[in-house]
């Protein structure tokens, strides 16, 4: 038997940032997770290690650079300890940074609250030579309430599901986008990539979520030059016109029982066709 491909590393440290400045504060609220590989093999067959950064480190480094480096761009940020991690270290020869960035609401100068529409994540891997950055956004909750079909598919003996002409169509966003270089106007890429999935899917007069999520992916390729693939994963939160019959009341479409579980779950990617190979964007 040998050794498998492997990596380790200091996962969800919980970084906040206060930029004081007076008496308007500004904060920063980050979920970072490390992976490194490497030669590694040592610690792994008999124990050694002398070519381990222990973890604890890896925590200590994101907090000194959270403060020497500053938090402008999550996904700067990224690069910053990514480089850091393998320039700094003959062992390692990988790196991937993971970072989930939770948004505050101003209240007032020194007063927040969590904002609920979304939470911003970046991806960066590096790996000596070159760094791939994938941004993106989980738990965006979108809903149409109407505007939705699903009709036409396939029956069989244990199909019961009926055609639905007119449905609520709900899900939670999780979608991560590739960009072509490490080198972008990281805020104005996100929003505008943010802002063309939303109106993809508020425009779209869906016949399937599928079509729904080719119509978002598309949407950001068309309005982002410099991304070049989105990969999207749509659960349908799937809402059930509740029998009010037995009491006597009718239910024209208004009142609905929203199930958790089990739920569909649509997954994809959207390219372009001239899209460069995607290398450790996506995998260490």
Not at 119 to 129: Q, S
Not at 155 to 160: G, H, K, L, S
Not at 217 to 244: K, Q, T, Y
Not at 265 to 280: F, H
Request: hydrophobic share 40%; glycine share 10%; proline share 4%.
């Amino acid at each position: 038997m040998r050794l498998g491909g492997n990596n380790y590393g200091k996962a969800e440290t919980r970084l906040v940032l206060l930029r004081r400045g007076g008496e308007r504060h500004d904060i920063v609220d980050l979920n970072v997770s490390v992976a490194l590989a490497g030669d590694l093999a040592d610690t792994h067959l008999v124990g050694d290690n002398a070519r381990v950064l222990p973890t604890d480190t890896q925590k200590n480094t994101v907090y000194a650079f959270a403060r020497s480096h500053g938090v402008d761009h999550i996904e700067a940020f990224g690069l910053a300890l990514a480089r850091h991690f393998v320039d700094s270290q003959p062992s390692i020869e990988r790196a991937r940074v993971s970072i989930e960035s939770y948004g505050w609401r101003r209240l007032g100068p020194h007063s927040f609250s969590r904002a609920g529409d979304g939470v911003r994540t970046a991806t960066v891997t590096y790996d000596g030579e070159r760094a791939w950055v994938v941004s993106g956004v989980v738990d965006l909750v979108l809903l149409n309430s109407t505007g939705s079909e699903f009709t036409g598919f396939i029956r069989d003996e244990y199909t019961t599901l009926a055609d639905a002409h007119d449905r609520i169509l709900a899900t939670a966003v999780r979608a991560s986008w590739r960009h072509a270089s490490d080198e972008c106007d990281w805020s104005v890429s996100h929003s505008g990539a943010l802002a063309a999935l939303v109106d993809a899917f508020v425009g779209t007069h869906s016949l399937s979520l599928q079509q729904t999520l080719y119509a978002m992916g598309g949407a950001v390729l068309d309005a982002r030059p410099e991304i070049v693939e989105v990969r999207l994963s749509l659960p349908n939160r799937h809402h059930f016109l509740v029998d009010l019959e037995p009491f006597g009341l009718d239910n024209p479409g208004q009142v609905f029982f929203a199930a958790d579980r089990p739920y569909g779950l649509i997954e994809g990617s959207v390219l372009r066709d001239d899209a460069p190979p995607p290398g450790l964007a996506w995998d260490l």
